[in-house]
T-cell receptor
């Protein structure tokens, strides 16, 4: 069974440009999460989808970030316009709907560099 | 409130030394999971171990071992006979009945040849 995949693995853009990160969860996983680790700090939660609905977006830093999950399958995270402080690694995770503990499986991450 | 503390920001050891990474967590939930992840320079998160709150049995996997003590809310990680390939940032994490995984700030381990 394929794990969580993320694309691209690495993106280098200039300040002010737009970048879209993609996450494909494990097939059948209704829960999808975005996390990020920026500037050598801790990994922080961004948001949580249940199918196509945003369950919790309390971690989204500002309105330059837009996450979507149309159709409840893959998700995109768009940063527009990108700022230097957005550089870091963006992780996606997914989990099943069933089960009290809904273990999260993490993808390999997208390393974003804003210059 | 849920919180994970890793007091050691950076550790540097010479190859073949043993090293222990500390993790202290806070939660009011009686049922929870604890994790350790490794983030090598390449950036991906590598899952190392999961422990649930009802299982305080210590675990050993090769050169890695974990000491879970509920009495002190600690989940420490020891690498025996460290190797250069162990150089990475190590994260301790907590998950309760809420869906978020709470990560500690990470400990950057450098193993010097």
């Amino acid at each position: 069974e394929a794990g969580v995949t993320q694309f691209p693995s690495h993106s280098v853009i200039e300040k002010g440009q737009t970048v879209t990160l993609r996450c494909d969860p494990i097939s059948g996983h209704d829960n999808l999460y975005w996390y990020r680790r920026v500037m050598g700090k801790e990994i922080k939660f961004l948001l949580h989808f249940v199918k196509e609905s945003k369950q919790d977006e309390s971690g989204m830093p500002n309105n330059r970030f837009l996450a979507e999950r149309t159709g409840g399958t893959y998700s995109t995270l768009k940063v527009q316009p990108a700022e230097l402080e957005d550089s870091g690694v963006y992780f996606c995770a997914s989990s099943e709907m069933r089960g009290a503990w809904r273990e999260q499986y993490f993808g390999p991450g997208t390393r974003l560099t804003v210059t | 409130a849920q919180k994970v503390t890793q007091a050691q920001t950076e550790i540097s050891v010479v190859e073949k030394e043993d090293v222990t990474l500390d993790c202290v967590y806070e939660t009011r939930d009686t049922t929870y999971y604890l994790f350790w992840y490794k983030q090598p320079p390449s950036g991906e998160l590598v899952f190392l171990i999961r422990r649930n709150s009802f299982d305080e049995q210590n675990e050993i996997s090769g050169r890695y071992s974990w000491n879970f003590q509920k009495s002190t809310s600690s989940f420490n990680f020891t690498i025996t006979a460290s190797q250069v390939v162990d150089s990475a940032v190590y994260f301790c994490a907590l998950k309760t009945s809420y869906d978020k995984v709470i990560f500690g700030p990470g400990t950057s381990l450098s193993v010097i040849p």
